[in-house]
């Protein structure tokens, strides 16, 4: 699973910003998001994802390293429920 | 004497729109822009809210923790420095902020209580009532002093004569002066219909709920907006052959020091005085007044019985409207609103009518404006009073450039 796809799509509506500029690859600060949309961005993935997403988070550089976050957190998500 | 200060550049995001011109026509006609809001709430409110296009001014990635109140600010400050038209040689060290705030950014605080314990990270750095100074800052380039002013209602009108007073030490080159408020929300309605001081009305009678002096008044509408001026010594607009709206001659700022939220006569003529002896102007020398006027059965007599006193038997002479029953009441931005209003007053020479809708309260009585297009071709000077919660009071004073 890959929430890479959904990642970009709620960039997009948030701040704008075209689906094909945000490769995997690309720094998302070097894409204009500075440390308080950055976590503004955290908080809308919380959403619409309904899951918690850990303080070192916020040091996530490209799209590809957060989507990698998520998906650990969303694979996560079931056991953490019942355990 | 002191030298007075030049006005240079007006800009707006009102009730009745953000071209300073079309705003003033439309006060000039007794235009209101309060409407019904909120129809949950239990008891009827009206407000008067600002049209904004935030696209205009912001991309949605410089939007974050950007509540409103600082959205409005940014584009009243701009517009008011594309005004002012090319400043040439000017060290940003030398450019100040002074702005006024009531409150700080209400819609990010209501967000935070009404999310259900899901509070968005910005809510602090989108509440703080120093967000809008900062912003016009970062987005002027603005290095010297950027300073927020908070007393209450007189909030805007205290940061202009403070600016101006910079301008006179020879602080700054450049002040951008003004003030901002949105909070028009619904807890922030409710807290304020619980204070029992906004107006009453029928359905279907809001744009007419707010009453200055009229026998039949019960209060004020809450209004949002922002206003800026562009202040500069006489000298420099003069060197850079600036055009000059009017002059801020004169201000002055005083404490009741007898009740927190009642006004008191003698403090706010104690104010009326010190910015008729700062601009070195005798009371018949000013033909206008804009007033506080926000229609509560206590503030307008006050407030009549200040000018009485100060003007004496040169009362009858001086013009009186308040324009709040048709922006309502901008609390922290109305000083420069109404500032806004007087310059171009003074400027086009016409007077805005205090549309009362009934008959005029005997203990209010006074030469108000009555009647909507009054010219008044030989006005050279006019003031606009602000009066806070918190006793403070705050009159500004300008001259014809």
New interface residues.
């Given amino acids: 699973m890959s929430s890479l796809k959904e990642l970009q799509e709620l960039i997009h509506e948030?701040?704008?910003?075209d689906p094909a500029e945000l490769t995997p690859e690309a720094s998302l600060r070097e894409k204009?998001?500075d440390s308080?949309?950055l976590?503004?961005?955290?908080?809308a993935i919380e959403?619409r994802f309904k899951i918690s997403m850990r303080d070192e988070d916020s040091n996530i550089d490209t799209l590809g390293q957060l989507a990698a976050a998520v998906d650990v957190i969303r694979a996560k998500a079931p056991v953490s429920n019942t355990a | 004497m002191n030298q007075a200060v030049a006005i240079t550049g007006l800009g707006v995001v009102s009730p009745h729109g953000d071209d300073p011109q079309a705003m003033f026509a439309a006060l000039l006609r007794g235009e209101s822009a309060l409407q019904p809001i909120f129809p949950e709430l239990p008891k009827p409110a009206a407000a008067a809210t600002a049209a904004f296009d935030v696209a205009r001014w912001f991309?949605?990635?410089q939007l974050?923790?950007v509540d409103r109140v600082s959205q409005l600010a940014v584009a009243a400050a701009d517009l008011a420095m594309r005004d002012a038209g090319e400043q040439g040689d000017l060290d940003r060290e030398r450019i100040g902020i002074y702005s006024g705030c009531g409150m700080g950014g209400a819609a990010a605080l209501e967000a935070a209580y009404r999310g259900g314990g899901?509070v968005?990270?910005?809510t602090i750095?989108a509440f703080m009532p120093n967000a809008p100074a900062a912003h016009i800052a970062m987005r002027q380039g603005v290095l010297g002093p950027v300073l927020t002013y908070s007393v209450a209602c007189a909030s805007s009108a205290v940061a202009i004569a403070e600016a101006a007073a910079a301008i006179q030490r020879g602080d700054i080159d450049l002040a951008i002066a003004g003030g901002s408020e949105a909070l028009i929300v619904p807890g922030v309605v409710l807290a304020w219909q619980a204070m029992q001081t906004l107006a009453a009305f029928e359905p279907g009678e809001a744009a007419r709920a707010v009453r200055p002096f009229a026998s039949a008044r019960s209060g004020f509408a809450l209004g949002e907006g922002s206003a800026f001026i562009v202040l500069e010594s006489a000298e420099r607009a003069r060197r850079r052959g600036a055009r000059v709206h009017a002059q801020l001659a004169g201000w002055g700022i005083s404490s009741d020091a007898t009740h927190l939220t009642k006004p008191d006569a003698p403090g706010q003529a104690r104010a009326l005085r010190a910015a008729l002896r700062r601009a070195d102007l005798q009371p018949r020398d000013v033909g206008y007044c804009n007033a506080h006027g926000t229609a509560t059965r206590i503030g307008d007599v006050v407030e009549r019985d200040a000018l009485a006193q100060v003007w004496g038997g040169d009362f009858d002479a001086l013009r009186v409207s308040s324009t709040k029953a048709l922006h309502g009441h901008l609390l922290g931005a109305a000083g420069a609103l109404e500032a806004v209003i007087t310059v171009l007053a003074l400027q086009r020479g016409e007077l805005p009518p205090n549309m009362s809708g009934g008959e005029i309260d005997p203990a209010c009585a006074m030469n108000l404006v009555l009647e909507p297009g009054t010219a008044a071709p030989a006005l050279r000077a006019a003031i606009s009073n602000s009066f806070a919660f918190g006793g403070t009071n705050a009159v500004l004073l300008f001259t014809r450039a």
């Fill in positions: 948030k701040f704008g910003i204009g998001l308080l949309a976590v503004e961005f955290l908080f959403d | 991309t949605k990635l974050p923790g899901r968005p990270p910005l750095p």
